[in-house]
C-alpha cells in the first residue's frame, strides 16, 4: 500500500514498472478465479466443512452458556 501512496505522489502518469506489477495481479487473480470454478469438488468439501465446525461452535456455546458469545450471535 506504501508503494502505491508513493507513486501517486512522486509521477503522474504511473510508471510502466507499476502497471506492469498490476496487471500480473489481475492475471493472478483471474487463474485462480478459474481454477476454483473448475474445481467443484474441494470448494464443496471445504464449504460443507466451514457449516460443521459453526455448528460445533454453536452447540458448545448453548452447553457452556456464555452470555459473551450468546449476545454476539
Request: aromatic share 2%.
Amino acid at each position: 500500500q506504501q508503494s502505491l501512496l508513493d507513486v501517486d505522489r512522486q509521477s503522474n502518469p504511473v510508471p510502466q514498472k507499476f502497471v506492469d506489477h498490476h496487471l500480473k495481479n489481475q492475471q493472478l487473480l483471474s487463474t485462480i478465479i478459474e481454477e476454483n470454478e473448475n474445481d467443484t469438488t474441494t470448494s464443496d468439501d471445504s464449504n460443507e466443512d466451514t457449516m460443521s465446525e459453526e455448528e460445533d461452535v454453536q452447540q458448545d456455546v448453548e452447553e457452556v452458556g456464555d452470555p459473551l458469545c450468546i449476545t454476539r450471535k
